[in-house]
T-cell receptor
Framework: GAVVSQHPSRVICKSGTSVKIECRSL??????MFWYRQFPKQSLMLMAT?????????EQGVEKDKFLINHASLTLSTLTVTSAHPEDSSFYIC????????????FGPGTRLTVT | GEDVEQSLFLSVREGDSSVINCTYT??????LYWYKQEPGAGLQLLTY?????DMKQDQRLTVLLNKKDKHLSLRIADTQTGDSAIYFC????????????FGTGTRLKVLA
């Protein structure tokens, strides 16, 4: 099946700094990528949907200036957590969909962010 | 709004069958999925079912869909200790924004 990678897999940063997480589709072109956040022992919460070359669509309650999403190419989307705070600590997962009319999202392995 | 509910925990003995249930509210859902998540890892697609199907079987996995009651189940036959994980159901409506709505997750524990 299609492979999606995330980098880094784990990051620890200090409060007030910014962190960038990369999501790459390795063997297909992803017209749409999704960013999720997962708190411990909870479900995945969709943060935003991004289409290549256009602005991301954020879900209600997600601060777009806090979580910057860039989908610059058909194989790469980045999520930047700006001015991170301890409450931003979470597991961030991206997924990608291929082509139009796709019905399956391919998920990355996730990035564990810890803000100290 | 859309809502997808699952029971939180399920414990079974190795070799028994496991049944994980899911209820959803969006009647326009087109695809319904089952994902498996092991600790600290991403999501692995186990199977999916199209909304015009009632049942789908894939080796040890059987998915049943009751569209009238908006109820989805995943049966795992001959459950093994390696099946211990969190299982998420999800729904999507491709005619919309391709978004997935995930269930709350069921933690399956298989006892040896």
């Amino acid at each position: 099946g299609a492979v999606v990678s995330q980098h880094p897999s784990r990051v620890i940063c200090k409060s007030g700094t910014s962190v960038k997480i990369e999501c790459r589709s390795l063997d297909f072109q992803a017209t749409t990528m999704f960013w999720y956040r997962q708190f411990p022992k909870q479900s995945l919460m969709l943060m935003a949907t991004s289409n290549e070359g256009s602005k991301a669509t954020y879900e209600q309650g997600v601060e777009k200036d806090k979580f910057l999403i860039n989908h610059a190419s058909l194989t790469l989307s980045t999520l930047t957590v700006t001015s991170a705070h301890p409450e931003d600590s979470s597991f961030y997962i991206c997924s990608a969909g291929a082509g139009t009319g796709f019905y399956e999202q391919y998920f990355g392995p996730g990035t564990r962010l810890t803000v100290t | 709004g859309e809502d997808v509910e699952q029971s939180l925990f399920l414990s079974v003995r190795e070799g028994d069958s496991s049944v994980i249930n899911c209820t959803y509210t969006d009647s326009s859902s087109t695809y319904l999925y089952w994902y498996k998540q092991e600790p600290g890892a991403g999501l692995q697609l186990l199977t999916y079912i199209f909304s015009n199907m009632d049942m789908k079987q894939d080796q040890r996995l059987t998915v049943l869909l009751n569209k009238k009651d908006k109820h989805l189940s995943l049966r795992i036959a001959d459950t093994q200790t390696g099946d211990s994980a969190i299982y998420f159901c999800a729904e999507s409506n491709p005619s919309g924004t391709y978004k997935y709505i995930f269930g709350t997750g069921t933690r399956l524990k298989v006892l040896a």
